[in-house]
C-alpha cells in the first residue's frame, strides 16, 4: 500500500493560518503528493497537488520536504467552509491511490 | 475544470437485487477510473482500479463476481452490486485521471441503502 500518516483532527481559529502535515516516507522519487478534502456526504475535492518544489494555487498552499517523506498543506487563512477531512495520498505501484484515516480540520468561529 | 459525473446520487433496494452506478467524466477523457467505498466515520477504501478497454483489477477481499466493473468507454464507468445484502449498505464514490501525474476527479458518491 502506499501508505501515508496524518494526525487524526487539528482545529484551527477562524482566519488564520493552518498547517497540516502528512508524513509518506515510502514514497518513491517520482510519485506525485495529491491532498484533497472531503465535507460529509460529498465526494473527496482536490486541493492541491505537487513533486518536489513547494505550490501554491488558490486555495492553498504545499510545502514539500527536502527529502519528499513528509509535505505540509497550508490554508492561509482558514474558513469556516474549510472544515473538512483533508486528505494526502500518492499513488502507489500498481497506479492505486489509497486513502489513510485523514486529519478532519474544525475551525472556530 | 474537470467534472466526474455520477449517478444515482443514492438508491434504495431490496436485499437480493442488482444496482448499477455510473460514473462518466464530462470534458475529458478518463483513461483510469477507481471505485472507492465509505462507510460511516471511516476513510475510503480502493475497491478497484479499471483502465479503459481492459479487466478492472481488484483489490484484495472485494468479490469481482459480486461488484462487476465495466469502463467500456474513456468517459464512463459502471459499477453493478449483484444480489445486494444490507451489509452492502455504504457510499460508493468513483473518481477519474486522464493522464499519469494528473489529480484525480471524484463523482459526489452514490449513497446505497439495501434493505
Known amino acids: 500500500d502506499a501508505k501515508t500518516t496524518q494526525p487524526n483532527s487539528m482545529e484551527s481559529n477562524e482566519e488564520e493560518p493552518v498547517h497540516l502535515p502528512c508524513n509518506h516516507s515510502?514514497?518513491?522519487?517520482?510519485?506525485?503528493i495529491h491532498w484533497y478534502r472531503q465535507l460529509p456526504s460529498q465526494g473527496p475535492e482536490y486541493v492541491i497537488h505537487?513533486?518536489?518544489s513547494n505550490v501554491n494555487n488558490r486555495m492553498a498552499s504545499l510545502a514539500i520536504a527536502e527529502d519528499r517523506k513528509s509535505s505540509t498543506l497550508i490554508l492561509h487563512r482558514a474558513t469556516l467552509r474549510d472544515a473538512a477531512v483533508y486528505y494526502c495520498?500518492?499513488?502507489?505501484?500498481?497506479?492505486?491511490?489509497?486513502f489513510g484515516t485523514g486529519t478532519s480540520l474544525t475551525v472556530i468561529p | 475544470g474537470a467534472v466526474v459525473s455520477q449517478h444515482p446520487s443514492w438508491v434504495i433496494c431490496k436485499s437480493g437485487t442488482s444496482v448499477k452506478i455510473e460514473c462518466r467524466s464530462l470534458?475529458?477523457?478518463?483513461?483510469?477510473m477507481f471505485w472507492y467505498r465509505q462507510f460511516p466515520k471511516q476513510s475510503l477504501m480502493l475497491m478497484a482500479t479499471?483502465?479503459?478497454?481492459?479487466?478492472?483489477?481488484?483489490e484484495q477481499g472485494v468479490e469481482k463476481d459480486k461488484f462487476l466493473i465495466n469502463h467500456a468507454s474513456l468517459t464512463l464507468s459502471t459499477l453493478t452490486v449483484t444480489s445486494a445484502h444490507p451489509e452492502d449498505s455504504s457510499f460508493y464514490i468513483c473518481?477519474?485521471?486522464?493522464?499519469?501525474?494528473?489529480?484525480?476527479?471524484f463523482g459526489n458518491g452514490t449513497r446505497l441503502t439495501v434493505t
Open positions: 515510502t514514497i518513491s522519487g517520482t510519485d506525485y
Open positions: 505537487g513533486l518536489t
Open positions: 479499471s483502465n479503459e478497454g481492459s479487466k478492472a483489477t481488484y
Open positions: 470534458d475529458f477523457q478518463a483513461t483510469t
Open positions: 495520498i500518492f499513488q502507489g505501484t500498481g497506479n492505486q491511490f489509497y
Open positions: 473518481s477519474a485521471r486522464d493522464l499519469n501525474n494528473s489529480p484525480l476527479h
